[in-house]
């Protein structure tokens, strides 16, 4: 059988790093449901795509006898397994899994906290009863509003009245009621949102509409009633839209392995990475993620530090060196000494920090929220304001106008408007594979100023670095040579200039020596071999490319060139910057490296004080709220969990990934790194998206005011509110998704 | 006329058994993967405790 269609198993994981599986206490965290004879858990799987991974994960029961059942999410790449718990075991099955390639993911944050099924079910229901009821009232109604009942002399009348009045009540109290409460919430806080009219307008057409009907003055405006609550719930699921295999709130939690091997008294044990204590001797094998700040003690470390900092090149580390948390070993298994606690590491207490304790939902106020407000407060004056003159020249009609203002100027359109236009933009920009985590990020983005840079796997690109030889060409018998030389050291440019040179068959080495940050000295076959830096091999160098790392080579006391490893930028860097700058935006540079990039950088950046090189993870964030101190309205863009406190902190923060299905530190974007030349055109379209909510805005107001001005007469009919409702609504609806899918096509994206 | 209360009853009865389908598929959990299912029915049947699913 195809064991894995279209997946290729990188790196085999042993099974017995699954041997926290076989725990009690662990298996209870991720099993949904347990009895004696079945067992209930779903897997995230980042490595599902296609049809054919369906097909295989549902039929697992011929792999496994013991599962019961495997059904896929596909959207959220979940597997859901039932399985006899007498017949296998939760480790048989994830260990089956791994080694047809779809290995689940399961970190520290499945274990803390259960994974809450998103209740997305209540707005279905509010909205098919909203639906249904808003159907029915309106077939109801329209003998009425065509007099067709005059025919009858209005035998019908007080039975349809009653009728719509039993079938508001379940959009009344069950559908609208997300509305009350919110007002009510917003009230008790003093705060006005757009929640307040609705909520009010809701109320006051029922409470009239049930009087007239039960009065027999009328037949209300029940319609009205259920179409608003209808449309409003429409918005409010259209709104909804999120990008389910992506995970906005990742912290080092989801990325920290559950368990870890423990060596105690010569007996391996599987500890729980939680219970981890200092002095704890820990083993980590190939591929095996470091979870706490430990000190080496054996093995050969070279540690990819590409989730922490971006750079994807292994770091060698020597015995006795310090070792952080977060670096995955790429190699021979080693053993390390824990000196600090995992919650305590250098990375992780980043999130002590009080930035990752407030949920910082900006300070930014939404147009919606500042125009709600003076919108309510024009609103009462205006319902008062026509109640008392009526009170003054004819009392009768005091009540009906007071209420027809509420009823005709519930902002229905407006609050259409912003869920529309937002939903919209945020599907756009989805598809050009940026991922916006709630819609009112798009609003967000389109009031920011500044823009501050990670850079190493931010604006250069990972594991894409360039390798060339310059100089006099090589005999097949001098890359014999060097190739040799380098296969002595562990040292990443070394490997690279291996693997560049591509000799299968290798020279017995004499001597060798490494200077660390120098270069290597070796003696094969009778030649002195000499490689590394210029002041190493002794050349005067006069063009200086800050970009590009050399490694000089000399062989018996002559130099034959050098190779040349270059940084590469991300493809559009310049003209990224460059629109940027006209734009407007302030942008600055961080990064944890040193300085010696600064003068490539300053081509970009211009100005030296924009830079800033030697940054610790804490430094990032410091950085961007004293930024956000001085007024500026911040977008970090950055890609590693060095980067992650900086990204909470800031306004806005954009996480740039190679592949969105891979980790990625909590923000509010997660960006297709591909897509990095389109940052300009992202932003100047949240920009334009804000217009046409401006725009929306102003139809909306024109409805109202054609409706306030039968309201304050005293003379709204029902009729007239029951065509301008869902014209105005329809209208917005259609103008904001129109609009803003045009503006996304006329701003590049697709 | 007095037809019409027996029509508006019928009509009530039909609409009322469509949201109750409504609701119950949405109890499924018909709404929560709109995607997965389209595939799915290209499977062959092989075993019918697999094909079955399952609520909750």
């Not at chain 1, 039968?710 to 003379?715: D, K, T, W, Y």
């Amino acid at each position: 059988m195809e064991n894995a269609p279209g997946a290729t198993q990188k790196n085999p994981v042993l099974p017995s790093a699954y041997d926290y599986l076989l725990d009690e206490k662990v298996q209870n965290q991720l099993l949904q449901y347990k009895d004696a004879q079945l067992a209930k858990v779903t897997f995230f799987i980042p490595a599902m795509h296609c049809s054919s991974c369906i097909w295989l994960l549902e039929h697992l029961y011929k792999l496994n006898a013991g599962v019961l059942q495997a059904k896929v999410n596909f959207l959220k790449k979940e597997l859901q397994v039932n399985y006899n718990p007498q017949a296998t075991s939760l480790k048989d099955i994830v260990v089956l899994l791994s080694s047809i390639g779809y290995e689940p993911a399961i970190s520290l944050n499945d274990l803390e906290k259960r994974v809450k099924k998103d209740d997305n079910r209540k707005l279905s229901y509010q909205i098919g009863v909203a639906g249904f009821c808003f159907g029915n009232i309106m077939l109801i109604s329209f003998p009425e509003y065509f007099g067709l009942d005059s025919f009858t002399q209005g035998t019908f009348s007080k039975l349809f009245g009653y009728i719509n009045l039993i079938l508001s009540i379940p959009v009344f109290l069950f559908s609208a009621q997300d509305y009350f409460k919110a007002a009510w919430t917003g009230i008790k806080k003093r705060y006005i949102s757009i929640d307040v009219p609705l909520a009010l307008g809701i109320l006051v057409m029922f409470a009239r509409s049930t009087y007239e009907v039960v009065s027999g003055n009328g037949i209300g405006w029940f319609d009205t009633h259920a179409g608003l609550v209808f449309f409003l719930l429409i918005g409010k699921w259209f709104q909804q839209k999120t990008f389910d295999t992506l995970s906005f709130e990742r912290d080092y939690k989801s990325y920290f392995p559950v368990a870890v091997t423990v060596i105690k008294e010569n007996e391996e044990l599987t500890v729980p990475v939680t219970a981890l204590t200092i002095g704890d001797r820990i083993k980590i094998r190939n591929n095996e993620l470091i979870p706490a700040d430990a000190i080496l003690l054996r093995g050969d470390a070279r540690v990819d530090f590409s989730f922490v900092t971006g750079e994807s090149e292994p770091v060698e580390k020597i015995i006795g060196e310090m070792i952080y948390a977060g670096g995955r070993q790429k190699g021979a298994t080693i053993e390390l000494e824990v000196c600090k606690k995992v919650s305590q590491s250098y990375l992780t207490q980043l999130w002590n920090n009080d930035a990752f304790a407030k949920d910082n939902q900006s300070s930014i106020q939404s147009f919606q929220q500042t125009v709600s407000k003076y919108f309510t407060i024009a609103l009462l004056l205006l319902a008062f304001g026509s109640a008392a003159w009526w009170l003054v020249f004819n009392p009768s009609l005091a009540m009906n106008a007071f209420t027809a203002v509420l009823i005709i100027a519930c902002p229905c359109a407006l609050a259409l408007s912003s869920p529309f236009a937002l939903g919209t933009a945020m599907r756009m920009l989805g598809r050009n594979k940026f991922y916006i985590k709630s819609p009112a990020v798009v609003e967000q983005l389109a009031h920011m100023d500044t823009l501050v840079f990670d850079k190493t796997g931010t604006l250069t690109q990972p594991s894409a670095s360039a390798i060339q030889f310059l100089g006099n060409e090589l005999t097949e018998q001098q890359a014999q040579l060097i190739a040799s030389a380098v296969s002595q050291s562990i040292h990443p440019l070394s490997q690279k200039i291996k693997t560049f040179l591509r000799i299968g068959q290798l020279l017995e080495v004499d001597t060798f020596t490494e200077q660390t940050g120098k270069g290597i000295e070796a003696k094969v076959n009778g030649y002195d071999i000499k490689l590394g830096s210029a002041v190493f091999v002794d050349v005067l160098t006069s063009t200086q490319n800050n970009l590009a790392t050399r490694v000089y080579v000399k062989i018996n006391g002559v130099v034959l060139g050098y190779f040349e490893m270059e940084q590469t930028y991300r493809k559009g860097l310049s003209t990224v910057i460059g629109e940027l700058t006209e734009a407007h935006y302030n942008q600055y540079l961080l990064s944890g490296d040193n300085d010696k990039e600064r003068a490539a950088m300053s081509a970009y950046f211009g100005n030296h004080n924009n830079m800033h090189f030697n940054q610790s993870p804490a430094d990032k964030l410091h950085f961007i709220q004293t930024l956000q101190q001085q007024k500026q309205h911040v977008i970090m863009v950055g890609d590693g969990l060095n980067d992650a406190g900086a990204l909470k902190a800031a306004h806005v923060g954009i996480s740039v990934t190679e592949n969105t299905s891979h980790f990625s530190p909590a923000s509010d974007v997660i960006m297709d790194a591909a897509e990095f030349e389109k940052l300009p055109q992202f932003l100047q379209f949240s920009k334009r998206t804000l217009n046409v909510i401006h725009g929306s805005f102003v139809i909306s107001l024109l409805y109202n005011l054609v409706g306030l001005s039968f309201a304050v007469q005293g003379n709204l009919s029902p009729l007239i509110a029951a065509v301008l409702m869902p014209v105005s609504s329809v209208s917005v609806i259609a103008f904001t998704t129109i609009s803003t899918t045009y503006l996304a096509k006329k701003g590049g994206l697709q | 006329m007095s037809v019409m209360f027996i029509l508006i009853g019928c009509s009530f009865l039909l609409a009322i058994g469509f949201l109750a389908a409504f609701i119950w598929s949405v109890k499924s959990g018909q709404m929560d993967d709109d995607y997965t299912p389209s595939v799915r029915i290209l499977f062959d049947d092989v075993k019918e405790s697999t094909t079955k699913t399952e609520e909750k």
